[in-house]
């Protein structure tokens, strides 16, 4: 029991490190976009991460331009060093 109780952070934060959606990706799902920048907007630290970047981008790309124009995009992706 006390093995699996010292595993299951190391399952939580395994669990948390996805790949990020693209920009696009948050430009076609509005509700899933809307949920990660009001994540985003609230947590500083989260701020920085790539998947929220590409939130806020599409956000703010459909806020100024609609949905339509995704050709004058690009995606931010962190690199890991």
């Known amino acids: ?11 939580a934060a395994l669990a948390a490190c996805g790949e ?6 948050y430009m076609q799902h509005d509700k899933e976009r809307a949920v ?4 985003c907007r609230n947590n500083a630290k989260e701020q920085v991460s790539a998947d929220c970047q590409n939130a806020l981008a599409a956000e703010a790309q459909v806020v100024t331009m609609g949905k339509g124009q ?3 995009s690009i995606d931010l992706k962190l690199d890991k060093k």
């Open 20 to 25: 990020a959606n693209t920009k696009e990706w």
């Open 1 to 11: 029991m006390k093995k699996i109780v010292c595993l299951l952070p190391l399952f």
């Open 70 to 72: 995704s050709d004058y």
């Open 36 to 39: 990660r920048v009001a994540e």
